[in-house]
Each structure stands twice: as C-alpha cells, then as structure tokens.
C-alpha cells in the first residue's frame, strides 16, 4: 500500500512539533501532493512588468506541469500547458521573449499567442480536413489573477479568489511590495537552478527560519554581508505572521527602524531610501507597522517565496522535481522608483548574496542538499524532524507589531511556529479538508 493512503496525519503533528522524514523521501506523498496541492492552489506565475507588451511570454511550471504564460495579441494574460496537442513536445523551449506565435519544433503545429492552433503542416492532404482545429488549441488554465503586479493561476476553476487567498497576509504583502506609490519591478530576467532536495525543504527556510541566520551564514556576517554577528539585540521583540496562506516576514526593527536580526540589514549605502519607505509605511498605517519594513523572508502556500533585506528584494518559486529534487526560478525586484543606478547596484548585491553563485544561496543550497541526503537512507527515512521551536509561545500579530490593527499570529524570532502552522496547511490539503 501506498504511504499515501495511511494516516497523514500520523506522520505530520504540527501540535506536537514533529514531521516524520517520509514527507520529503517517499513518491506516494510527493505524487499526492501534486494532485491534492498543486491543482488546487493560487501558483505565482510572474510579475504584470514581464509582460508589458502583447505579444510577451514566459515560461514557468505549475508543479511539474510546464506553461507558457502570455499577454496576448487581445492585450488579456493567459496561461496554457506548454505541451503541443499533437504528440506532447513542449512547444515553447524559451525562457521569456514577444511573439504572435509558438510553433512546435517536432512537427511544427502552430498556435498563436493566445493559444489557438492555427497551422498544421499537410493539413488538406494529411488530415483530408476532418481535424477540427478549434478543438486542439493549447489548454488553458482556467484562473488568472493579479494581485498588485504579481500573476498567479490555478488549475481548479472554483477555487476562491486569488484575493481571499491571500486573506489579511495582503496587508504584509502590501508592506513588502507595495512600499513604493509606483509599485516594484522584475529586473535582470530570471534565475534558474536545481537543487538535490524536496521542495518543502526550501519552503520550510523561507517560511521563515531565523534560527539558521547567525550559524548558516556566520561568514558573510564576518565580512558585512548581513548585518552585525553574533546574537546581540537579536531577542527584542521581533516575530512573524502568519494568516490565511502567507507565512512570514517578521517584524524586524523596533519601533524606531533600527534593526533587530540579522535579516534586517545590509552594509547598504542607500538607508535614505529606506528611511522615506518606512516613514510612508508610518505614515500610511502606524509607526509600529513600520517595524515590518523590511521584512526577512516569508512565503505564500504552497511555493511561493521571497526575501526582502533593506532595499534588496527577491521573489523565487520552489518548483518540485520528483521526492528528492527541485529547482528554484528566481527574479530580482527592486521599487520603481529608485534612480537607475540604485537599482543596478540592487541587482549587483542580489547576484553576490542570494543569485545561484550568491554566498548566501550557496550556503543554503548545501543545507538543503545535506538534509536530503541523510534523510533518503532506509534509517535515515524511518525518523521525525523536529519543530518544537517556540511551541505554546506563540502570540497575536497586535502583540508581535505593537499595533492592534496587525492581522494574524506567530512566534517570536526564535521560533518554528510557521513551519507548524505550514504543515497543519499542508496536511489539510493532503487530507482533502481544505475549503473551497
Ligand atoms: Fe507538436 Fe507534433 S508534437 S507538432
Ligand atoms: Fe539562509
């Protein structure tokens, strides 16, 4: 029998603070997850700034299925399986790009960009006119929404709204990407990598795990990479949020902006500018509120991320590759309105800190790879992991910001209360309570 089908929630105890390791090794689960999560949940797609033009495309995955995710010649972005409907190929190999047409490279059927099929090659004399081809355009996904820029799809067509999705986390999303009046834009194009370890391992880091900081990434602390080392004035109230499906970021400067964790600084020269984004975000909401800018890591369920340290901004998505691998496409967003070459010095300091090759990813890759690779072993597997960091300690987001208006709960710093709501997420979907 399959592990699948057994108790999942013998396996996951978020209350207890435990995860048996077969959640990240065993195939049943992993095909579970793909039925069960990935065609039921709102799946980041890109951002409305990489897709100006008609005629603009990228491609992506949702879950394991490949998609093309195009403003059409109509001017509407759609998403479509990136799978030709005469034998399969993926018609389109192409990162990104503008086109009126994606032709596939097998037997080169046509579509245009918004997904009809519109040549067949030996279409009188091979198919004798019988084939109908207003029934074998590209498949569609049927929901695309927009949430201020950022695109994501999902494949149940009666899922809740993007915007209920995402709940009252909108409010730390707003604090995260909506801090500029002109809003945040993908420069740079995308990153993309694979990494030998289950796509949760990643997620359950950026969901967000503050412990790793001062001992993972000890060395560019040493070198001013992040902010100061060491633990000192690291335990002041600093915490996370978690509501809805959005999980992080912290609060993490007090409330006169100084920072409070690692996370929360670089050796940037450009505090200026993050001075005036905290002073809108005060003036907009509450002083307190400012404490979350900027705000470390978080994520939305199930594999959606991003990481915001002063001005430097990332958006990533985990995409599963089977139990044991999966690859990250990873973009940098800076605001809007930052002169140029702020922005270009951004983009500079994302690649030498958390691009592939960055110091920091390349640490965190090597945990992430490590974890796999002791946890796949035939003892290794049979194992829990432990999530009791901050359990009971919890406390409300008023209590966490100091502003009574601050949705949502969490732990302090020091705590894997994300991680344990996450898993309750997880199990839920997976045992098919989820709501619709
Ligand atoms: Fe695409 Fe044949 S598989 S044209
Ligand atoms: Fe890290």
Redesign the pocket.
Same mark, same amino acid.
């Not at 005469?86 to 190929?89: K, L, P, Q, S, V």
């Not at 097998?106 to 059927?109: D, F, I, L, P």
């Given at each position: 029998m399959s592990i699948a089908t057994t108790d999942l929630a013998g396996l996951v105890q978020p209350a207890k603070g435990t995860v048996s390791r077969q959640v990240y090794v065993d195939q049943g689960i992993y095909d579970h997850e793909l039925e069960r999560i990935f065609t039921r949940s709102w799946l980041f797609l890109g951002h409305t700034s990489q897709l100006a033009q008609p005629g603009d495309f990228l491609t992506t995955y949702m879950g394991e299925d490949p998609v093309i995710v195009a403003r059409g010649k109509d001017g509407q972005v759609r998403a479509m399986l990136n799978s =030709?409907r +005469?034998?399969?190929?993926r018609?389109c190999r192409s990162d990104e790009g503008n086109t009126s047409f994606f032709r =596939?490279p097998? +037997?080169?059927?046509t579509y245009s960009n918004t997904g009809e099929l519109t040549g067949v090659p030996k279409f009188r004399l091979g198919y004798g006119g019988v084939l109908d081809k207003k029934e074998w355009g590209l498949l569609e996904v049927p929901r695309v929404e927009e949430y201020g820029g950022f695109l994501f799809g999902n494949w149940d067509a009666g899922a809740v709204p993007l915007t209920e999705w995402l709940g009252d986390f909108r409010l730390y999303f707003d604090l995260v990407f909506g801090r500029d009046p002109e809003g945040v834009e993908f420069v740079g194009g995308v990153h993309k990598w694979s990494v030998r370890s289950n796509w949760k391992i990643p997620t359950e880091n950026f969901a967000c795990d503050m412990y790793h900081v001062a001992h993972s990434h000890a060395r560019s602390m040493e070198i001013g990479l992040l902010g100061p080392s060491g633990d000192d004035g690291y335990e002041i109230a600093a915490g996370m949020g978690f509501l809805g499906n959005g999980f992080g970021p912290p609060a993490s400067a007090d409330a006169e902006g100084a920072p409070v964790h690692p996370m929360a600084t670089m050796a940037t020269p450009y505090s200026e500018h993050l001075a005036a984004q905290r002073a809108r975000v005060a003036e907009r909401y509450s002083q307190e509120m400012s404490r979350v800018v900027p705000g470390g890591h978080g994520n939305v369920f199930p594999n959606f991320a991003f990481l915001d340290i002063e001005l430097l901004r990332l958006v990533r998505v985990h995409h599963p590759e089977g139990p044991g691998s999966h690859t990250v496409h990873q973009w940098c967003v800076v605001d809007k309105s930052l002169p140029a070459e702020v922005k270009d010095a951004l983009r500079r300091q994302y690649t030498l800190t958390f691009g592939p090759s960055g110091m920091l990813e390349q640490d965190d890759g090597e945990n992430f790879r490590e974890c796999q690779a002791s946890m796949r072993g035939v003892i290794g597997r049979r194992m829990e992991n432990n999530l009791m960091l901050g359990l009971g300690q919890d406390r409300t987001g008023a209590e966490i910001v100091g502003d009574g208006d601050a949705p949502g709960a969490g732990g302090g710093i020091w705590s894997e209360a994300n991680q344990r709501r996450w898993y309750e997420h997880w199990l839920s979907f997976m045992t098919g309570q989820v709501r619709r």
């Open positions: =030709c +005469h034998r399969g190929m018609v =596939c097998y +037997h080169a059927w």
